[in-house]
């Protein structure tokens, strides 16, 4: 190949301790090759997503590893070696976007680019906000703009270095599906000429249909899959690959009937008296599958919830509320244990409290059906 | 008024001499991932805590012919330091030292640390990402910095008094002047100078308020 970067693949094996005495096993420990294209890197939050990132990136290092970007060493543990964040060309898109509040659009996006002359730059930067479609907001502080056009901002000053590698933490969340698409278009377009490797963050189902060509699946800081998002996302087959896709829910259940018409199937979990509807699958009557559910597809309701589409509505009894980060993990006895992710504040709002009678409701199309 | 110019002259070379030392100790304080850190904050905060008297004591010594930093003065320059407009300059930078890095220090801390990283996976090193994004967001802090060394230099008198002693000209400030009024039992005169005092302390903090809010607004209040 030629001089030019492009084509080429990024190739990472990472392991990285949590920080501070007494850490023996790894945090983070990996080994993944990201080719030119899209790649999702797909996980719950905790699963070590933007640690992986941050070490691609230059800003945080290792413990032990390399990471090359084709015939490139960007870090290598045992002949220590670590370049450093600015010399990578690597660009990253965070999810908090950190555009600079002090500087215009136009600034921003030309921050990256102080090694060229004046009028090449001006050139550069108007280019890219053509292509991003955010021109008319050259002048704007990042206070003045909205947030789909921030993200698209954030984009446009990561690409406009013409870097060798993207990575992008989240960095459409919030976005309607609409808007979501339009910028994936413009991104996908963009790397149409270029086909550099980009590394997309993401624990959004729908992002993952919209962008797949390849799925990375992390949890807990171990790779547990990886392929076609069909492969790994879909109609999880195995408890692994289910647990890996934040499926935090598998309950065993035998099917009771099938209702052709509806679209749906009745089963009965595990030896309780619950009985949920989940989508018709492949299976007959008095067969035994699993159900996998997502702890953050679940609703929690303090009372008997009436005029709703969803069509599973359980009572059951709060066995536990447990904290970590921004998440309240529940654990709800309704004859099976089931685990729901509320926020902090729907606890305070909602009084909940462990032994509090409450209603689950879970979409037909929240329950997975696996085998 | 020849003690009312030096007190001004002795604040702005002080507020000068501050901002330019004290952003890199900020810097350090603020970003140094060094353990024993908690030290050197003690050190900077010491004037806080300590008697005038007791620095202004320990930098007399030091600057007399015999410390190590009056011997050093007296070798290059042939002439002491201690009683001169000089030493009180160097006096005045240790004892408003804390109210200029601990400004700087939170306002460098308060910086989105996300904001550096873009700064470096941009292809900026330590050095512009300083002036180009940490500088530009810690203004409000710089500018406090710079009147609180300004105003609190405008009102030492235990130090001076230590370093300076009562030089008409030389060291002989605003507050020793109206000391020496009011010795002398002319409170007309102290009375003057005290109002004059009061009246620019409090445009100039008035007027960096201002400015301040100003500057601040543009960003910080979305």
């Given at each position: 190949?030629?001089?030019?970067?492009?084509?080429?693949?990024?190739?990472?094996?990472?392991?990285?301790?949590?920080?501070?005495?007494?850490?023996s096993s790894?945090?983070?420990?990996?080994?993944?090759?990201?080719?030119?294209?899209?790649?999702?890197?797909f996980?719950?939050?905790?699963?070590?997503?933007?640690?992986?990132?941050?070490?691609?990136?230059?800003?945080?290092?290792?413990?032990?590893?390399?990471?090359?970007l084709g015939?490139?060493?960007?870090?290598?543990?045992?002949?220590?070696?670590?370049?450093?964040?600015?010399?990578?060309?690597?660009?990253?898109?965070?999810?908090?976007?950190?555009?600079?509040?002090?500087?215009?659009?136009e600034?921003?996006?030309?921050?990256?680019?102080?090694?060229?002359?004046?009028?090449?730059?001006?050139?550069r930067?108007?280019?890219?906000?053509?292509?991003?479609?955010?021109?008319?907001?050259?002048?704007?502080?990042?206070?003045e703009?909205?947030g789909?056009?921030?993200?698209?901002?954030?984009?446009?000053?990561?690409?406009?270095?013409?870097?060798?590698?993207?990575?992008?933490?989240?960095?459409?969340?919030?976005?309607?599906?609409?808007?979501?698409?339009?910028?994936?278009?413009?991104l996908?377009?963009?790397?149409?000429?270029?086909?550099?490797?980009?590394?997309y963050?993401?624990?959004?189902?729908?992002?993952?249909d919209?962008?797949?060509?390849?799925?990375?699946?992390?949890?807990?800081?171990?790779?547990?899959?990886a392929?076609?998002?069909?492969?790994?996302?879909?109609?999880?087959?195995?408890?692994?690959?289910?647990?890996?896709?934040?499926?935090?829910?598998?309950?065993?259940?035998?099917?009771?009937?099938?209702?052709?018409?509806?679209g749906?199937?009745?089963?009965?979990?595990?030896?309780?008296?619950?009985?949920?509807?989940?989508?018709?699958?492949y299976?007959?009557?008095?067969?035994r599958?699993?159900?996998?559910?997502?702890a953050?597809?679940?609703l929690?309701?303090?009372?008997?919830?009436?005029?709703?589409s969803?069509?599973?509505?359980m009572?059951?009894?709060?066995?536990?509320?447990?904290?970590?980060?921004?998440m309240?993990?529940?654990?709800?006895?309704?004859?099976?244990?089931?685990?729901?992710?509320?926020?902090?504040?729907?606890?305070?709002?909602l009084?909940?409290t462990?032994?509090?009678?409450?209603?689950?409701v879970?979409?037909t199309h929240?329950?997975?059906?696996?085998? | 008024?020849?003690?009312?110019?030096?007190?001004?002259?002795?604040?702005?070379?002080?507020?000068?001499?501050?901002?330019?030392?004290?952003?890199?100790?900020?810097?350090?304080?603020?970003?140094?991932?060094?353990?024993?850190?908690?030290?050197?904050?003690?050190?900077?905060?010491?004037?806080?805590?300590?008697?005038?008297?007791v620095?202004?004591?320990?930098?007399?010594?030091?600057?007399?012919?015999?410390?190590?930093?009056?011997?050093?003065?007296?070798?290059?320059?042939?002439?002491?330091?201690?009683?001169?407009?000089?030493?009180?300059?160097?006096?005045?930078v240790?004892?408003?030292?804390?109210?200029?890095?601990?400004?700087?220090?939170?306002?460098?801390?308060?910086?989105?640390?996300?904001l550096?990283?873009?700064?470096?996976v941009?292809?900026?090193?330590?050095?512009?990402?300083?002036w180009?994004?940490i500088?530009?967001?810690?203004l409000?802090?710089?500018?406090?910095?710079?009147v609180?060394?300004?105003?609190?230099?405008l009102?030492?008198?235990?130090?001076?008094?230590?370093?300076?002693?009562?030089?008409?000209?030389?060291?002989?400030?605003?507050?020793?002047?109206?000391?020496?009024?009011?010795?002398?039992l002319?409170?007309?005169?102290a009375?003057?100078?005290?109002?004059?005092?009061?009246?620019?302390?409090?445009?100039?903090?008035?007027?960096?308020?201002?400015?301040?809010?100003?500057?601040?607004?543009?960003?910080?209040?979305?």
């Amino acid at each position: 190949m030629g001089g030019e970067v492009n084509g080429t693949m990024l190739a990472a094996q990472i392991r990285k301790g949590r920080h501070g005495p007494g850490a023996s096993s790894f945090v983070l420990d990996v080994s993944i090759e990201v080719p030119p294209g899209i790649t999702i890197l797909f996980g719950a939050s905790g699963a070590g997503k933007s640690t992986l990132l941050d070490c691609i990136a230059g800003l945080a290092r290792p413990d032990e590893g390399r990471i090359l970007l084709g015939g490139d060493v960007l870090f290598d543990s045992v002949r220590a070696i670590h370049i450093p964040a600015p010399k990578r060309r690597i660009a990253y898109v965070f999810q908090t976007l950190a555009l600079f509040p002090h500087l215009s659009a136009e600034e921003n996006v030309a921050y990256g680019l102080r090694n060229l002359p004046e009028g090449q730059r001006r050139e550069r930067v108007g280019e890219i906000l053509a292509v991003f479609r955010v021109e008319k907001l050259r002048k704007q502080r990042p206070g003045e703009i909205s947030g789909g056009e921030k993200q698209r901002i954030a984009l446009a000053r990561s690409l406009v270095t013409e870097p060798r590698v993207l990575l992008l933490d989240e960095p459409l969340t919030g976005l309607d599906a609409e808007l979501k698409a339009a910028i994936v278009d413009d991104l996908r377009a963009w790397n149409t000429a270029r086909a550099i490797p980009i590394l997309y963050v993401t624990h959004n189902r729908d992002e993952v249909d919209a962008l797949g060509e390849r799925v990375i699946a992390l949890d807990n800081g171990r790779v547990v899959s990886a392929g076609e998002p069909i492969e790994v996302l879909d109609a999880p087959r195995r408890k692994k690959l289910a647990q890996a896709a934040c499926f935090e829910n598998l309950l065993n259940a035998t099917v009771l009937d099938l209702r052709e018409a509806d679209g749906v199937m009745r089963v009965k979990l595990g030896e309780s008296p619950c009985e949920i509807e989940v989508p018709l699958g492949y299976a007959a009557a008095g067969s035994r599958v699993q159900v996998a559910i997502r702890a953050g597809d679940i609703l929690l309701a303090t009372e008997r919830p009436r005029g709703l589409s969803a069509r599973n509505v359980m009572e059951g009894r709060i066995l536990s509320l447990e904290q970590r980060g921004t998440m309240v993990i529940a654990r709800v006895d309704c004859g099976v244990t089931f685990v729901a992710h509320i926020t902090p504040g729907a606890v305070r709002a909602l009084e909940l409290t462990a032994g509090r009678r409450v209603w689950l409701v879970l979409k037909t199309h929240s329950c997975h059906l696996v085998d | 008024m020849e003690a009312l110019w030096l007190s001004l002259k002795l604040a702005a070379c002080v507020a000068a001499i501050l901002l330019a030392i004290g952003m890199p100790v900020a810097y350090w304080l603020a970003y140094s991932t060094w353990r024993g850190k908690f030290l050197l904050e003690s050190v900077v905060a010491l004037p806080l805590v300590l008697p005038p008297t007791v620095l202004g004591f320990y930098a007399l010594v030091a600057m007399g012919p015999r410390g190590p930093l009056g011997k050093l003065w007296i070798a290059l320059f042939g002439h002491g330091l201690a009683f001169t407009f000089t030493g009180l300059i160097l006096a005045s930078v240790l004892y408003s030292f804390p109210f200029a890095v601990q400004p700087l220090t939170a306002s460098f801390e308060g910086v989105d640390p996300r904001l550096l990283d873009a700064s470096a996976v941009l292809g900026a090193g330590a050095l512009r990402t300083f002036w180009r994004v940490i500088l530009p967001l810690s203004l409000p802090g710089v500018v406090i910095a710079a009147v609180l060394s300004f105003a609190h230099t405008l009102g030492e008198f235990g130090v001076v008094l230590m370093v300076g002693g009562n030089l008409a000209g030389v060291t002989r400030t605003v507050s020793i002047d109206i000391y020496d009024h009011v010795q002398s039992l002319e409170y007309g005169a102290a009375n003057r100078m005290a109002l004059l005092l009061l009246v620019i302390s409090f445009a100039v903090l008035s007027v960096v308020y201002a400015v301040n809010r100003r500057v601040w607004t543009p960003w910080a209040a979305k």
